[in-house]
């Protein structure tokens, strides 16, 4: 049976998404909510580089929500407007539509998050008889269904380590790396994501969802942050990075089991690769492309660390033409696509990996013509 499917915010992870959606066999696209007046009007093919399929871009919600759509995938950026985005998401799942989403982070674990963000999603999704799933790579994938596979190997299980180490001179969202983040500002400028308490916000969840995946529960959480400035300016393929500017963040939070530590999420940022050596470094087997900015290479991976018998260390590298951000993003998008099946036949309520049966690219066994979707294609943002 075939799926009718919405996009609402083809953009960064949004575009992919619309093109994951066009291609998937089980799946039909029938309409598209987009933002800024040049997308608006625009066929879906188009915006994300094939052919039309007849499907124009509205910057009206209204024929989303009472159409025919079964599922929303709902990719509008989120980060900086967490309210207007979960009133979004209200009001589709109240109409009766499932919806997968990468916009709201935390929401990967819905039952560790304050229940004034996830009661407004639980009433409005039950009233509705619908769904609701938030995933991606990181959050997502790389730290939640990862570690969790890889524990059901294991004799027994000491800690878990996540980390996730990239370089983000790449990274096509200006206003996360250089105002969220805070790269190429001065020390003293209050970036959000080194603000205290934002990564237990963002990122706690992710902890007590690998806890409970094991059947335990986290007593407390305790994070750290660390940012280094650069001695030298350098230019990246985003932006300029001024000497003295902060280059490289590292965000760590750990859980606590029985006052020990157990579980650990570790986020290793840098925009040049020679920046905070001691920091973890990625083993990279698909070089990146040479863009000619040096060591503002976007290079990235995802590291497992499992202590225990056996103890187990697992590197996940992705690459779309030889671009390490574009491959994150692509396996992130595509992981929203591919779980609408499963959310489409679950029942109604917030859900986590925990509650979904193991996603597979079944019926993507296949050539897709075309190039591959990317946010930063001239006429797509």
């Known amino acids: 049976m075939t799926i009718k499917v919405a996009v609402w915010g083809p953009g960064s992870m949004g ?13 039909e696209l029938v309409d598209l909510v987009v933002h800024s007046d040049t997308k608006a009007g625009r066929d879906a093919g188009e915006l994300c580089g094939i052919d039309p399929v007849g499907v124009l871009a509205s910057q009206d919600p209204d024929d989303l929500l009472t159409g025919d759509a079964d599922v929303v995938v709902y990719a509008a950026a989120g980060n900086l407007r967490v309210l207007e985005a979960l ?3 209200v009001r589709i799942l109240r109409a009766g539509k499932n919806v997968v989403s990468c916009s709201v982070v935390p929401l990967v674990y819905p039952d560790a998050v304050d229940a004034a963000f996830t009661d407004p999603l639980r009433d409005a999704a039950l009233a509705g008889g619908s769904s609701f799933f ?3 790579i990181d959050t997502g994938f790389a730290n939640d269904v990862l570690p969790l596979a890889l524990s059901g190997i294991s004799r027994n299980i000491d800690t878990i380590r996540v980390t996730e180490m990239f370089n983000y001179a790449t990274y096509p969202d200006h206003d996360a790396v250089y105002e969220i983040l805070g ?28 806890a409970a995946g094991l059947g335990v529960q ?3 959480l305790a994070e750290d942050n660390a940012r280094i400035p650069t001695d030298e300016a350098f230019d990246t393929p985003t932006g300029h990075i001024p000497a003295g500017t902060i280059a490289a963040m590292r965000s760590t939070l750990t859980g606590y089991v029985d006052g020990e530590p157990k579980f650990v999420v570790d ?3 840098r925009m040049r690769d020679d920046i905070a050596p001691e920091w973890p470094q990625p083993s990279i087997a698909i070089a990146p492309l ?11 991976a995802y590291r497992v660390e499992i202590e225990g018998s056996p103890s187990i260390r697992c590197e996940l590298e992705l690459a779309e033409n030889h671009d390490h951000d574009l491959g994150a993003r692509m396996a992130g998008a595509s992981r929203m696509v591919n779980a609408i099946p499963a959310v489409a036949a679950a029942a109604p309520g917030l859900l986590s990996a925990l509650d979904l049966p193991l996603i597979t690219g079944k019926g993507l066994l296949k050539p897709v013509p075309g190039p591959s979707p990317d946010s930063r294609v001239v006429g797509i943002r």
């Open 134 to 136: 938030t995933t991606g």
């Open 267 to 269: 986020h290793v940022t």
């Open 87 to 89: 009133g979004d998401m």
């Open 218 to 220: 986290i007593d407390n």
């Open 183 to 210: 790269f190429g500002k001065p020390p003293e400028f209050a970036a959000i994501a080194a603000m205290p308490g934002v990564f237990t916000y963002g990122w706690g969840p992710v902890l007590h969802q690998l």
């Open 15 to 27: 575009v992919i998404a619309l093109r994951a959606v066009i291609d998937h066999p089980e799946l």
């Open 290 to 300: 040479d863009l000619g900015y040096g060591g503002a290479s976007g290079r990235g």
